[in-house]
């Protein structure tokens, strides 16, 4: 028969090191409204997200622990009742059309960043251009925004440039949680592939994710091991992680404190901490509180394997 009980009082080795905290980290305000948002309805008769609300798995235990339940943005429309959710990555307008009912009600939660994008991509089509998006194609995202532009392409590396047809105005928008010096470059590359175009670029990425790569650059530069939070799927989480990467520094990616093994850090003297948009605050504390803990040696087993 084999038990898990909980064993307060074992210590673990201590492992001297420095922990330095990004200057920017964690959830933004866009995150933090449409969280908002729906904690509201929690008393409320049905109410359905229509997708993940945020890339976090905290957050989606939270809204299910709540009753709130959740759909796809493509189900059936006749099979979802009650105050619908659009999530903060945004949805085409024929989506939000799609929904609207008097039976129903909708709660939009995208970010203004996001609906700032969707704005840029129309004002480009409006004007003549042949519209682009730089993102990952199956980013919730990114399918928002060409939703209503069927004949919007896609660029999610640099070989998918060669797809764009010789149009005379190309117009060129962004997924808001891109690296911008990735987005630039693959401009540049387009504008060089398309001399005889007149390429406009609309800068879209979002001032949260640049603040965080930035500081997640920094970081890389001081610490020889980062700690990066977020959900597994968060794209801008998996940006930081690259940028970090690529300038040196060892990175693990986590999604909560209970992922930690103190054993990883063993060797290392300098440990940095960051966090994707999507990333509660509570949650980076905690796991700075326990990066603390294990520099200074306290950490303990939170489950002890006893076989009887």
Known sequence: MTKYVNKKNKYMKKYKFNIHLASHFG??????????AVRKTFNDDRVTVLGQLVHNPIVDEELKDNGIEQAELHEPVNQVKGTLVITAHGASNKDKEAWKS?????????????????????ELVVSGYFPVVIG?????????????FPEALVVESETDISNIPNEK??????????RIDRVEFIVNRIRSSKRKSDVKFIDTVCAPTKNRQMS???????????????GANSNNTIQLVNTIKEFGAHTIHIQRSSDINPNWFEGFNDVGLTAGTSTLKETVMEIHEKLERISQGHHFNELEKLVC
Not at 109 to 119: F, S
Not at 219 to 225: A, R, V
Request: hydrophobic letters at 40%.
């Open 102 to 122: 008097e039976d129903r009600k909708i709660i939009d939660t995208t970010c203004p960043l996001v609906h700032k994008a969707h704005q840029a991509l129309e």
């Open 27 to 36: 959830m933004c305000f866009g995150v933090r409204d449409a969280i908002k």
């Open 136 to 148: 990952k194609k199956e980013h919730v995202e990114v399918k928002g925004l060409i939703g209503d």
């Open 169 to 178: 105005k190309i117009g060129i928008v962004s997924q808001t949680t891109q």
């Open 216 to 230: 997640a650059r920094n970081l890389s530069e001081i610490c020889d091991l980062v700690i990066v939070v977020g």
